[in-house]
């Protein structure tokens, strides 16, 4: 009796497996590939092309253009993956659950991470926490996004590394995004000066510095703003680049000009009396 129960379960599971998939021809198997070839190959064409528009059109639609790219691949590679699928699979309602049901166990157990990533990509790319062109500091990296893939990001750091992060860091680290989406991303340099300094001059030098660099954007606050340290007073000079990605050239602009308006002025920096380390001989 069970040898003939196994041999009948035996029996279905194989004919279901008939019924799911299709039968498998060289003409279908080429069929595949053409797709796929066309699918990376459409993808790193409208990659380059969207690259290059990006560069053309006037400053204000650069980044928006380049936005579009994750969209156009998450379209071309579902458009691929249910081709493939209606090509090797015979899609009966009976057959879609089966194969859902399938494919879900197979992904929780062998590509959790992967999926994970997978599934936090088409997430972030509704929600939005970041964007081609977004300057962003996720765990240790910070940098501008310069790539969006289905499993990550690729950012590009201030030393010009690349550095590929998942998707699925969204579930477990804070995400600080400078720039959201805007041309611009916030600037701050910061100074010292000794508390007995002439407050409203060093005000009125780092005002100056940021009007008239020709990388600030004027349409946006500028401001100075003061704190309180043991050691001296701390301005903060906070404005906005016209475009993020001289963020530091434009901090090295005003750093460079501010100090020799300050060496005009005779203002000096503090000096930081260090205390004296214990002799360790003897």
């Not at 003939?4 to 599971?13: E, R």
């Not at 903060?236 to 050239?249: G, N, Q, V």
């Not at 308006?261 to 005779?266: C, E, G, L, S």
């Amino acid at each position: 009796m069970d040898k003939a129960a196994n041999s009948s379960n035996s029996a279905d599971s194989g004919q279901q497996a008939s019924e799911i998939f299709a039968e498998i021809t060289f003409g279908k198997i080429l069929q595949a590939i053409i797709i796929m070839a066309t699918a990376y190959g459409t993808v790193w064409l409208i990659n380059r092309l969207i690259n290059w528009l990006s560069e053309k059109v006037p400053l204000r639609f650069r980044l928006s253009v380049k936005q579009s790219i994750p969209f156009w691949k998450a379209f071309l590679f579902g458009l691929a993956a249910a081709l493939l699928i209606n090509l090797f699979l015979n899609l009966s309602p009976n057959n879609v659950l089966a194969i859902t049901g399938t494919a879900a166990v197979a992904i929780g157990f062998a590509f959790k991470d992967y999926a994970s990533s997978l599934i936090a990509g088409i997430i972030a790319l509704f929600e939005g926490p970041y964007q081609v062109g977004d300057r962003v500091k996720i765990d240790d990296y910070y940098g501008e996004i310069v790539s969006y893939g289905l499993r990550g990001i690729k950012i590009q750091t201030p030393d010009d590394n690349i550095v590929t992060i998942p998707h699925n860091k969204i579930w477990t680290e804070a995400i600080a995004n400078s720039n959201k989406g805007s041309l611009e991303a916030q600037v701050i340099a910061d100074f010292y000066f000794a508390h007995a300094t002439d407050v409203e001059m060093i005000i009125d030098i780092l005002y100056q510095v940021a009007y008239t660099s020709k990388y600030t954007q004027l349409t946006l606050p500028i401001l100075v703003v003061m704190d309180e340290k043991p050691f001296a007073t701390h301005f903060k000079l906070k404005c906005y680049p016209i475009d993020a990605r001289d963020e530091f050239i434009y901090k090295t602009d005003l750093l460079k000009r501010a100090k020799q308006a300050f060496i005009r002025h005779d203002i000096n920096y503090p000096i930081v009396l260090t205390q004296p380390q214990p002799n360790q001989s003897g």
